[in-house]
């Protein structure tokens, strides 16, 4: 079983729609996670980190359930410009300075 | 403000030749650095990291190597290129809010 898992899509939703993903991972033992965001043919960014039961960042929130194990990332009021392969990633080191474990990314589409 | 630098942009080498990359970062010091590959349609993976100057921790056994000659300097290095090392490849440092990325270098191996 793959560390960190998620749905590899594609998400197709239009502008305005909202937009839900999940993540699950394996290791109990991780502290921290990451969404990030890759567009095509660059580098990951980081878009929110998830230290707690979950985070709020405009029209992103996070959430992480430690009991089941899965992390979840909520697009609000979707844009064009959100359209993107979303990276689910899991720390076991507790810090960010530790290693860190990506999942497969999923992959949205927002269309006009 | 912290920035990090990749060189070269994209890359096309011959299968045996050797390869070097550079990953050098500004506005910090003693960062932790980690050299990461994304091969085409697949997820990052953690190649090499290190904590400072000459440390350096490998990850997959492999046809790579890394080093840090300097404390903002990351290296990854190749005697002889197979096929299977095309991909993009990533280095990152860390902070306490998370990871950042440069902005990779894509190598084709043909």
């Known amino acids: 079983r793959k560390e960190v898992e998620q749905d590899p899509g594609p998400f197709n939703v239009p502008e305005g729609a909202t937009v839900a993903f999940n993540c699950t991972y394996s290791?109990?033992?991780?502290?921290?996670f990451f969404w990030y965001r890759q567009d095509c043919r660059k580098e990951p960014k980081l878009l929110m980190s998830?230290?707690?039961s979950g985070n709020e960042d405009g029209r992103f929130t996070a959430q992480l359930n430690r009991a089941s194990q899965y992390i979840s990332l909520l697009i609000r009021d979707s844009k064009l410009s959100d359209s993107a392969t979303y990276l689910c990633?899991?720390?076991?080191?507790?810090?960010?300075?530790?290693?860190?474990?990506f999942g497969q990314g999923t992959i949205l589409t927002v269309h006009p | 403000s912290q920035t990090i630098h990749q060189w070269p942009a994209t890359l096309v080498q011959p299968v045996g030749s050797p390869l070097s990359l550079e990953c050098t970062v500004e506005?910090?010091?003693?960062?932790?650095l980690y050299w990461y590959r994304q091969a085409a349609g697949r997820g990052l993976q953690l190649l090499f990291y290190?904590?400072?100057?000459?440390?350096i921790s490998s990850e997959v056994p492999q046809n790579l190597s890394a080093s840090r000659p300097q404390d903002r300097q990351f290296i990854l290095s190749s005697k002889k290129l197979l096929l299977s090392d095309s991909g993009f490849y990533l280095c990152?440092?860390?902070?306490?809010?998370?990871?950042?990325f440069g902005p990779g270098t894509r190598l084709t191996v043909l």
């Open positions: 290791n109990s033992a991780s502290q921290s």
């Open positions: 990152a440092w860390s902070h306490p809010s998370g990871q950042f």
């Open positions: 998830v230290y707690s």
């Open positions: 990633v899991g720390n076991a080191g507790g810090t960010s300075y530790g290693k860190l474990t």
């Open positions: 506005g910090t010091s003693n960062p932790n």
């Open positions: 290190s904590v400072g100057i000459g440390q």
